[in-house]
């Protein structure tokens, strides 16, 4: 045998003992004492990683869009643009009138979501009719119908506002978006805004409904509670009707709200006050549905609504008033059933709380605020005032046509016609159960 071929034998051999050390090193691991095996951890793969990116992506999308978005402070009862909003109105006020579309361009400094949504948000908030004085056409919220153009329409702070929702001595300020101005934390609100309000708003995976409430009734809770004193606050809109309360508690559950129909005649009907959350376009739609599936019949619909709901429903031959409004509360939007869900912020978390919880945060807070505002240097001369304006702010006035109650709250439906002209002696109370309640 040459040399040749013996050194190829040699390193043959060689190659074969390498190759078998390798596989051992790639051979599980037995633990000699137990006889389990250590299998080496896997890298993750790329499906993996792009889970987790999205799960963190996501959370942070969803904690600020609860936080800047969409769910209210229990504080001063603002979401994060009406804040910006009536900051920029007490920013620019001089006691004048200004134009929709400069206050939405000022505001746009502290809001980093464009105009469209400053400009609804503020209709919205000026419809509400408590903090911004306007003046043109900011639509009809019996109706439905829109408000006109920014250029066309002119705000300013109302007095009532700049009364219970500023004193810069006592907020806290942070940078806006840009670092070049600074905006409210909070407002240091003196009354309840939340509950007088309302408000509704999404977020990924949560939701609130705050109804609103009669602002009298909720300053004499706000009282009842300094006095420890039971009290009880239900809601009230704006657009009226009549209101079951019997499925609601404190803030939470659902109430059935109904249109005010009477019967003008045997063969008329007329709307005169619509549900929460409806408008008159809406609810002749759903009649018009209605008459179409062959629920109603009916001759003729008209709208003559203005600044007070005006419904007029003639009726076919051999159709009668009475069993029709049976009718319309079974088969059309003329009853509703709303659901309630008070979900706030509060320490910078989203907490889901009742009214009554609400309103002594309200309380404690206001109290602090008062504590703060005349313990600050120099603020002693002006204690009396601040007390007077206390008082003056939640003292219910004698004349409650301000704000009269516009919607029956007793347990089965209730008459609002003599609580709207501020009497609150209460007509006798039908039974639910004697009208042909909507099937749910």
């Known amino acids: 045998m040459s040399d040749d071929t013996e050194d190829r034998i040699v390193e043959g051999d060689e190659e074969k003992e390498l190759s078998s050390e390798t596989d051992d090193l790639m051979e599980p691991v037995s633990d000699s004492e137990d006889g389990v095996d250590v299998v080496p951890p896997e890298e993750p793969s790329d499906a993996d990683a792009l889970r987790e ?15 800047e978005r969409a769910i209210p402070d229990v504080d001063d009862g603002l979401k994060p643009v009406q804040r910006r909003i009536l900051h920029t109105l007490h920013t620019l006020d001089d006691g004048r009138m200004h134009k929709v579309s400069g206050v939405v361009g000022d505001a746009m400094k502290y809001h980093p979501h464009g105009d469209a949504s400053i400009y609804d948000a503020l209709v919205v908030l000026a419809n509400k009719d408590y903090f911004i004085d306007r003046q043109g056409n900011f639509g009809n919220i019996l109706t439905g119908d829109p408000a006109a153009a920014g250029r066309y329409i002119e705000c300013r702070l109302s007095k009532f506002g700049k009364e219970v929702l500023f004193n810069p001595a006592v907020t806290e300020y942070v940078d806006s978006y840009d670092g070049r101005n600074k905006e409210p934390v909070v407002l240091p609100a003196k009354v309840p805004a939340l509950l007088m309000m309302g408000t509704d708003g999404i977020v990924p995976g949560m939701v609130t409904h705050v109804f609103p409430h009669n602002f009298n009734e909720l300053l004499k809770a706000e009282i009842a509670i300094l006095k420890e004193e039971p009290f009880h606050v239900y809601p009230d809109f704006p657009t009226g009707g009549l209101m079951d309360v019997s ?27 619509i549900p929460a959350g409806s408008t008159t376009d809406s609810l002749i739609e759903s009649i018009e549905k209605a008459c ?34 049976q009718e319309l509360y079974a088969y059309t939007d003329c009853q509703k059933v709303l659901h309630s869900s008070l979900l706030v912020i509060q320490d910078n978390s989203p907490v889901e709380m009742t009214v009554t919880q ?26 009396e005032q601040n007390l007077q304006a206390h008082r003056k702010v939640h003292e219910p006035s004698e004349d409650s046509g301000d704000r009269p109650h516009r919607t029956g709250t ?31």
């Open 292 to 325: 179409k599936a062959g629920k109603l019949k009916i001759a003729a619909i008209n709208d003559y609504t203005a600044e007070e709901v005006n419904i007029e429903i003639t009726l076919q031959r051999g159709i009668y008033a009475e069993e029709t409004i």
């Open 358 to 383: 609400v309103l002594r945060r309200n309380v404690q807070r206001l109290q602090e605020i008062f504590k703060a505002a005349t313990s600050l240097p120099g603020t002693n001369l002006h204690r």
């Open 410 to 440: 007793l347990q089965g439906y209730a008459s609002a016609g003599c609580l709207r002209r501020g009497c609150h002696t209460t007509p006798p109370n039908p039974n639910p159960e004697d009208f042909t309640l909507r099937p749910q």
């Open 247 to 273: 499925g609601y508690a404190d803030g939470l559950g659902d109430i059935r709200v109904r249109a005010k129909i009477e019967a003008d005649g045997d063969k008329k009907v007329v709307i005169r006050e």
């Open 53 to 67: 990116l999205m799960e963190y992506n996501f959370m942070v999308y969803t904690s600020y869009v609860v936080k």
